[in-house]
């Protein structure tokens, strides 16, 4: 066993895996919300998934196991990676609303320009007259 892990299974494990809503649990899991703390305590088995900690080992003692195992390197995954994509997305949404006023701004300087032809074009009438 490698030192800064220990067997946590009777103190937490058992009350996850016994609850009748655990799969449903990991179903409607909030991928968005995991904490930073959740993550740190991860870190070490995932810093393992190349040596020992992997879905084919798991698979030796169960098969469930390896799939709780596999749904657990896609929520590292995914929060590693939403690292990237969320500020990139509070970007985008920004620009989306700079860019949506800017088109407000710009239909109604589109209606003020119309407005102006149509007094221009009535002036000269006026003139050629």
Known sequence: MIPFLQDSFDEGGKAV???MNFMKNLVGFEKDQISEETI???EPYM????DWFTEKAGEQVSKAGA???GWSFAIFEYHEKS???KPKQAFLLVQEGKLKVANAELEKSQLELQAIKILMSELNEKFRK
């Open 17 to 19: 895996l016994s609850d």
């Open 40 to 42: 740190e305590l991860l």
């Open 83 to 85: 690292k990237i994509v």
């Open 47 to 50: 810093s393992q998934r190349e």
């Open 67 to 69: 799939g709780i195992m």
